[in-house]
C-alpha cells in the first residue's frame, strides 16, 4: 500500500523495539549447535525485541481496525456480503469434520462424503439441475469449469467451429476472461435502453452464417444492473436454435433462490458462489466455493469427482464424459459444510424468505435515496437484491468521492464504477439480513453526504477525514506499491 500518513495510534512493531527485551526464552539445546546463515542473523533481520504482552496488544490493536460485516453493514454490490451465522462456524469446526483427511478410504469418511453428497442434493433442489459438482475453488473457477464443458461438447460433437462466446456488454468482468481462457472469442452484446440485452443484436449475433460459429452465451440474472432480465427465456430459446449452449453466471442467485429454478429457465450450466448466496465467509481472497450445476445436455462433463450414493453408502466418481479435476480433493470442505449447514437450518421455506427479504431491502433502501441517488435504469421497475444509482451531485463530486465519505459515517463503501456502462455507477446491496434500522442509518447518511457535496464539496473531495489513514493515492498504490517497510 502506498500511502504518505501512518497509523498514528498504532506504532509500528519495529518503533516499540526495546533492546534486551524478550517475550520467550528457549531451552538450553540437547543437539550440536549449526550456525544460521549470514543473511539470517538477529542483525541482518533486524528483527524487533519485545515482550509477548506487547506483540499481542499491536496485533489486537490492528485487528480491530478490521471491518467486516460483524462490526457494521457491508452494503457492497454484487458481492452479497451477508451475516455469517456462528452456528455455520461451530459445524465446521466439529472434530469430524476438521479433522478428516481426503486419502482417507472412503469407508472411514462416510460423514464427510455423505455431507458432499446431500449439499450436492440440496442445490439441485433450489436450481433445478440435473447434477452438481463441488470441486471448484471459486466462482470464476466454476466459470472456467462451465466453458471447457461447452467447448468439449462441441467437440465431442464435431462441432469445433463454434468458437464465439456472446457475453453482455454489463457482465462481470470475469465472463470475457474465462471465455478468452477457454480458446473463445468473446463477443460483446449492448444493453438496450431498459438495461436489458438489446434482443435485436442478439439475435443479429445468433443468425446467418454466424450461427455455425456461435459456442453460446454467458449472462447474469438478474443482471449486474440489479434488474431481472424480462426476455431471458427468448435469449435463452434463441441461442438454443442457433445451436449454442448458455452459461449462467450464478453470482445473484441471492434474488432468485427459492423463487425459480434456473434451469427451468433453459439455463444448461451454471456456477454458484456459496460463499456469497449459501453464507460462508466472503472477501480478503478466499476461501470460496463455486459449486457448478448443470442439466441433462451437460452432466456428464461435470469436473469430478463428485460424491455419489448408491443406497448403502457414499463415495466418490467422476461423471462419464468428465473434463476432470479443477483443484486438489474436492473442493474447499469447509465452505461446503458451511453452506450445508446455512441450507438445513433455513429449509426450503427459509431460503425462498431470504431471496424476499433481500429484494425488499434493496428496493426500501433505494426508495428512501432514489432523490440524491437514482437508478441508472429500470427507475420505473422493482429491482432485485441490488440497485445501481448514478449520483449527480454537482461540484465535480465523484462516486469515489461519496464513497470515501461514507467511511467517516462508519458505513463500508458500496461497489463503485461497475458496472461499466453507469456512468459514476454507484451499486448497493443491503441484503437479507440487514433490519430495517440499519438501512435507514445508511440512507440518512447518504442524504447528509448529498447535502454536503452541494454545500461544501471538499469534505468528500478530501475524505475520509477520521480514519488512521487518510485518502491514499490509489493510482500509484497500484502502479507503485511500497511492500515493505
Given at each position: 500500500m502506498n500511502h504518505e500518513n501512518s497509523l498514528t495510534d498504532t506504532p509500528l512493531l519495529y518503533e516499540q523495539s526495546v533492546e534486551g527485551r524478550q517475550g520467550v526464552r528457549l531451552p538450553n539445546l540437547d543437539v550440536d549447535e549449526t550456525p544460521l546463515p549470514p543473511n539470517m542473523t538477529r542483525e541482518t533481520l533486524r528483527?524487533?525485541?519485545?515482550?509477548?504482552?506487547t506483540v499481542v496488544r499491536h496485533f489486537t490493536r490492528l485487528s480491530e481496525k478490521n471491518f467486516s460485516v460483524d462490526r457494521q453493514f457491508y452494503p457492497l454490490g454484487s458481492c452479497t456480503m451477508k451475516y455469517n451465522p456462528k452456528i455455520n462456524e461451530d459445524a465446521a469446526g466439529l472434530a469430524g469434520f476438521r479433522r478428516a483427511?481426503?486419502?482417507l478410504d472412503a469407508g472411514r469418511n462416510q460423514g464427510a462424503l455423505g455431507l458432499l453428497y446431500k449439499l450436492q442434493e440440496c442445490l439441485k433442489a433450489v436450481t433445478g439441475f440435473a447434477a452438481f459438482s463441488l470441486q471448484c475453488a471459486a466462482g470464476a473457477q466454476g466459470e472456467l469449469a462451465g466453458a471447457l464443458m461447452i467447448r468439449r461438447y462441441h467437440r465431442d460433437r464435431k462441432d469445433s467451429g463454434r468458437t464465439r462466446m456472446l457475453v453482455p456488454d454489463s457482465a462481470h468482468g470475469t465472463?470475457?476472461?474465462?471465455?478468452?481462457?477457454?480458446?473463445?472469442?468473446?463477443?460483446?452484446?449492448?444493453s438496450d435502453s431498459a438495461g436489458a440485452v438489446d434482443l435485436g443484436a442478439l439475435k443479429a449475433a445468433?443468425?446467418?452464417e454466424k450461427r455455425a460459429t456461435l459456442a453460446g452465451l454467458m449472462i447474469t440474472n438478474p443482471g449486474t444492473l440489479g434488474l431481472f432480465e424480462p426476455h431471458i427465456e427468448e435469449i435463452i430459446r434463441t441461442v438454443h436454435d442457433a445451436g449454442g449452449l448458455v452459461y449462467g453466471d450464478g453470482a445473484n442467485l441471492n434474488a432468485l433462490m427459492g423463487i425459480i429454478k434456473p434451469a427451468d429457465l433453459g439455463f444448461d450450466v451454471m456456477h454458484v458462489n456459496l460463499h456469497k448466496t449459501f453464507s460462508t465467509p466472503h472477501g480478503g481472497g478466499g476461501p470460496g466455493a463455486g459449486a457448478l450445476g448443470a442439466g441433462a445436455t451437460l452432466k456428464d462433463y461435470l469436473p469430478g469427482p463428485v460424491a455419489v450414493y448408491d443406497g448403502a453408502s457414499y463415495d466418490l466418481a467422476?461423471?462419464?464424459a468428465s473434463i476432470g479435476r479443477l483443484k486438489p480433493f474436492n473442493g474447499n470442505f469447509s465452505v461446503l459444510v458451511r453452506a450445508y449447514t446455512y441450507l438445513r437450518i433455513l429449509g426450503p421455506e427459509g431460503v425462498r424468505r431470504a431471496s424476499e427479504y433481500a429484494v425488499l431491502n434493496a428496493n426500501y433502501l433505494r426508495h428512501l435515496v432514489r432523490d440524491d441517488f437514482p437508478s441508472a435504469f429500470g427507475?420505473?421497475?422493482r429491482c432485485m437484491h441490488e440497485f445501481v444509482a448514478s449520483p449527480c451531485l454537482g461540484n465535480g463530486v465523484t462516486a469515489m468521492d461519496i464513497a470515501k465519505r461514507l467511511i467517516d459515517y462508519g458505513f463500508h463503501p458500496p461497489t463503485v464504477y461497475f458496472p461499466l456502462i453507469v456512468k459514476e455507477a454507484f451499486m448497493v446491496e443491503p441484503t437479507e439480513t440487514e433490519s430495517k434500522e440499519t438501512l435507514e442509518a445508511f440512507a440518512a447518511a447518504l442524504k447528509a453526504i448529498a447535502a454536503e457535496a452541494r454545500a461544501e464539496p471538499e469534505l468528500l473531495k478530501t475524505a475520509p477525514?477520521?480514519?488512521p489513514v487518510g485518502r491514499?493515492?490509489?493510482?500509484a498504490a497500484a502502479r507503485k506499491p511500497v511492500l515493505r517497510a
Amino acid at each position: 500500500m502506498n500511502h504518505e500518513n501512518s497509523l498514528t495510534d498504532t506504532p509500528l512493531l519495529y518503533e516499540q523495539s526495546v533492546e534486551g527485551r524478550q517475550g520467550v526464552r528457549l531451552p538450553n539445546l540437547d543437539v550440536d549447535e549449526t550456525p544460521l546463515p549470514p543473511n539470517m542473523t538477529r542483525e541482518t533481520l533486524r528483527l524487533p525485541e519485545l515482550d509477548e504482552l506487547t506483540v499481542v496488544r499491536h496485533f489486537t490493536r490492528l485487528s480491530e481496525k478490521n471491518f467486516s460485516v460483524d462490526r457494521q453493514f457491508y452494503p457492497l454490490g454484487s458481492c452479497t456480503m451477508k451475516y455469517n451465522p456462528k452456528i455455520n462456524e461451530d459445524a465446521a469446526g466439529l472434530a469430524g469434520f476438521r479433522r478428516a483427511h481426503p486419502l482417507l478410504d472412503a469407508g472411514r469418511n462416510q460423514g464427510a462424503l455423505g455431507l458432499l453428497y446431500k449439499l450436492q442434493e440440496c442445490l439441485k433442489a433450489v436450481t433445478g439441475f440435473a447434477a452438481f459438482s463441488l470441486q471448484c475453488a471459486a466462482g470464476a473457477q466454476g466459470e472456467l469449469a462451465g466453458a471447457l464443458m461447452i467447448r468439449r461438447y462441441h467437440r465431442d460433437r464435431k462441432d469445433s467451429g463454434r468458437t464465439r462466446m456472446l457475453v453482455p456488454d454489463s457482465a462481470h468482468g470475469t465472463n470475457p476472461a474465462t471465455c478468452t481462457m477457454a480458446g473463445f472469442s468473446a463477443e460483446t452484446v449492448p444493453s438496450d435502453s431498459a438495461g436489458a440485452v438489446d434482443l435485436g443484436a442478439l439475435k443479429a449475433a445468433c443468425a446467418g452464417e454466424k450461427r455455425a460459429t456461435l459456442a453460446g452465451l454467458m449472462i447474469t440474472n438478474p443482471g449486474t444492473l440489479g434488474l431481472f432480465e424480462p426476455h431471458i427465456e427468448e435469449i435463452i430459446r434463441t441461442v438454443h436454435d442457433a445451436g449454442g449452449l448458455v452459461y449462467g453466471d450464478g453470482a445473484n442467485l441471492n434474488a432468485l433462490m427459492g423463487i425459480i429454478k434456473p434451469a427451468d429457465l433453459g439455463f444448461d450450466v451454471m456456477h454458484v458462489n456459496l460463499h456469497k448466496t449459501f453464507s460462508t465467509p466472503h472477501g480478503g481472497g478466499g476461501p470460496g466455493a463455486g459449486a457448478l450445476g448443470a442439466g441433462a445436455t451437460l452432466k456428464d462433463y461435470l469436473p469430478g469427482p463428485v460424491a455419489v450414493y448408491d443406497g448403502a453408502s457414499y463415495d466418490l466418481a467422476a461423471p462419464a464424459a468428465s473434463i476432470g479435476r479443477l483443484k486438489p480433493f474436492n473442493g474447499n470442505f469447509s465452505v461446503l459444510v458451511r453452506a450445508y449447514t446455512y441450507l438445513r437450518i433455513l429449509g426450503p421455506e427459509g431460503v425462498r424468505r431470504a431471496s424476499e427479504y433481500a429484494v425488499l431491502n434493496a428496493n426500501y433502501l433505494r426508495h428512501l435515496v432514489r432523490d440524491d441517488f437514482p437508478s441508472a435504469f429500470g427507475a420505473d421497475r422493482r429491482c432485485m437484491h441490488e440497485f445501481v444509482a448514478s449520483p449527480c451531485l454537482g461540484n465535480g463530486v465523484t462516486a469515489m468521492d461519496i464513497a470515501k465519505r461514507l467511511i467517516d459515517y462508519g458505513f463500508h463503501p458500496p461497489t463503485v464504477y461497475f458496472p461499466l456502462i453507469v456512468k459514476e455507477a454507484f451499486m448497493v446491496e443491503p441484503t437479507e439480513t440487514e433490519s430495517k434500522e440499519t438501512l435507514e442509518a445508511f440512507a440518512a447518511a447518504l442524504k447528509a453526504i448529498a447535502a454536503e457535496a452541494r454545500a461544501e464539496p471538499e469534505l468528500l473531495k478530501t475524505a475520509p477525514h477520521h480514519t488512521p489513514v487518510g485518502r491514499l493515492d490509489e493510482t500509484a498504490a497500484a502502479r507503485k506499491p511500497v511492500l515493505r517497510a
